[in-house]
């Protein structure tokens, strides 16, 4: 008779064990995909910001590149 409570209590413990990581590792599984949410929302603005100012930079750029620099007048030997 003691054997079976021993095994009953063991048994209530393992239990309890069980159940605790399982609320917990899906608790923990649900704060991974959340912070994985809020870095990949984060990710894509800050990539917006560097097209934004990629474009912006290239554009002054597209429009010094049209200019021509003055020939260099070559003396003439005498």
Known sequence: MKRANS???EQAARLARR???AENGAKAVQEAEAEAAAIRKNMARLRELRFAKEAQETRPREATA???????RVRAIR
């Not at 049209?66 to 260099?72: D, E, G, L, Q, W």
């Open 7 to 9: 095994d009953s209590a």
């Open 19 to 21: 159940t605790f990581a």
């Open 66 to 72: 049209v200019k021509k620099k003055p020939k260099r």
